[in-house]
C-alpha cells in the first residue's frame, strides 16, 4: 500500500504542487512553517477524509482560494487507484475513489495510515480522550461501520448533555431524556465490544514490541477499561446494554443534579501498566515514550494482519524529539512499508534510512 504521487491545488499553503514518493522511506524536510506537515495532512485526508489537526475543512482551503484538492495516485489492493478529494468552505466536500462518490468512512477500503506525531509521545500521560482517539482512529479504519457508531453515539452524547444542561430552564426537555439515554446505552454497548476487542488485539501486539525497545527490561500491559457495571466486555451487545442500563438508573439523579453525562462510551480509557504498575501514574518520561512507541507502531502491525497490507506510516517531526537510541529503534522497524518523516534537517536520517529526499520551502516541494 503506497501514494505513488500526490497533487495540492490551494491545500493550505500549497497553490499547486505535486511530489512523488518512494515505495519506501521518504525524508521530507525544510524549516518549520514551510509546508512540511501540510503535506502529510493531505496524505492523512486520503484514507479518512478529515484532518488530524482541525475538525473545519475551511481551515484548509488556502487564502484566496475558494477550493482546495487532493489529488492522488495510489497502490493498493493490487491495483493502481485514484482518489480526489475536493474541498468548498461553507459545502459538503466531494470524495472520488477511482471516479466513483465515496464518503469519508469509505476511504479506508482503499487506503490505510498510521500516524505518529509529537503529541502522541503524550498518549500514555495525558487523559482518558487521547487514548480513546488512538483506539477510535485506528479502529475506524479496520471497521468502517464503527465510523457510523461513532457518529450516532457523538449525536446522542450532545443531544443528551444539552438536556441535562438546560432542563432547569425548561423542564420539558426531560420528556424525551429516558429515550436519548437509551440510545446512548445502545450504541455504547456496541462501541464498548469494538474497541475491548482492538484493546486486546494492542494487548498482544505492543508487549513484545515494547520488550524489543527496553532491552527485555520491561512488561507492558495493556487493559480496557469501562463503565463499572458492565461485567464482560467481550459479552454479546445485549448484555452490556443491559449492564449499562444499571448504571444509568444508579446515576441518574447525580446526573441531573451534575448536568454532565456519566455513562457511556465517553468514559472509556486504555489502562497501560508497565511491570505492573500504572504507567500514568509511575512511569518515567522515558518509559512513557518507549510505550507510545510501542503502541503507534503496534497499530501498523495489526492493520497489517487485519488487511493483508502494511499501512502507510506518517511520522511527523517524531524523530527529533527522541533521544538517538529510540531513533534508531524506530528506523529500524519501518521496513516492509511506505514511510514519511518529516524533519527540519535531513542530511542525518537520509543517511540512516536511505529514502527518497523532499524539500519543502515556501509551499514548494523541490
Avoid at 485526508?45 to 487532493?70: H, N, P, W
Avoid at 475513489?97 to 495525558?126: H, Q, R, S, W, Y
Wanted: proline share 3%.
Amino acid at each position: 500500500m503506497r501514494v505513488e504521487k500526490i497533487a495540492l491545488n490551494g491545500f493550505r499553503n500549497y497553490e499547486w504542487e505535486t511530489a512523488e514518493f518512494s515505495p519506501g522511506t521518504n525524508v521530507i524536510f525544510g524549516q518549520n512553517a514551510q509546508g512540511k506537515t501540510n503535506l502529510l495532512e493531505a496524505v492523512y485526508m486520503l484514507s479518512c477524509g478529515k484532518s488530524f489537526r482541525t475538525r473545519f475543512d475551511r481551515e484548509l482551503v488556502g487564502f484566496d482560494y475558494s477550493e482546495a484538492q487532493i489529488l492522488a495516485e495510489l497502490y493498493s489492493h493490487d491495483r493502481e487507484q485514484t482518489v480526489d478529494i475536493r474541498l468548498r468552505p461553507g459545502l459538503a466536500k466531494r470524495i472520488l475513489v477511482n471516479g466513483v462518490k465515496k464518503n469519508g468512512a469509505e476511504l479506508a477500503e482503499t487506503v490505510n495510515v498510521v500516524l505518529f506525531c509529537p503529541d502522541d509521545l503524550n498518549l500514555i500521560k495525558e487523559g482518558a480522550s487521547v487514548r480513546r482517539r488512538l483506539m477510535d482512529n485506528a479502529i475506524s479504519q479496520i471497521r468502517p461501520r464503527y465510523v457510523e457508531l461513532l457518529s450516532q453515539f457523538n449525536r446522542l452524547y450532545e443531544h443528551k448533555t444539552r438536556i441535562l444542561r438546560d432542563w432547569r430552564e425548561k423542564p420539558s426537555l426531560l420528556d424525551t431524556l429516558d429515550e436519548f439515554s437509551d440510545g446512548l446505552g445502545r450504541v455504547s454497548a456496541q462501541l464498548i465490544r469494538y474497541r475491548a476487542a482492538f484493546a486486546a488485539r494492542l494487548n498482544q501486539t505492543a508487549p513484545p514490541i515494547h520488550q524489543d525497545f527496553s532491552g527485555k527490561g520491561e512488561s507492558l500491559h495493556i487493559a480496557y477499561k469501562t463503565v463499572s457495571t458492565v461485567r464482560d466486555v467481550f459479552a454479546p451487545a445485549r448484555e452490556i446494554y443491559y449492564d449499562i442500563c444499571e448504571h444509568q438508573e444508579a446515576h441518574r439523579q447525580a446526573e441531573l443534579d451534575s448536568g454532565q453525562c456519566l455513562t457511556g462510551a465517553h468514559k472509556d480509557d486504555l489502562e497501560i501498566c508497565i511491570n505492573g504498575r500504572p504507567a500514568r501514574s509511575f512511569a518515567s518520561q522515558g518509559q512513557t515514550r518507549t510505550a507510545a512507541l510501542s503502541l503507534k507502531l503496534a497499530e501498523r502491525d495489526i492493520f497489517l494482519a487485519e488487511t493483508g497490507e502494511t499501512p502507510i506510516l506518517l511520522l511527523d517531526d517524531v524523530l527529533s524529539e527522541l533521544d538517538s537510541k529510540r531513533q534508531e529503534f524506530v528506523l529500524n522497524r519501518i521496513g516492509g512499508g511506505q514511510t514519511l518523516i518529516t524533519c527540519c534537517e535531513d542530511a542525518e536520517i537520509s543517511s540512516r534510512t536511505g529514502g527518497r529526499v523532499l524539500r519543502v520551502e515556501k509551499g514548494r516541494i523541490r
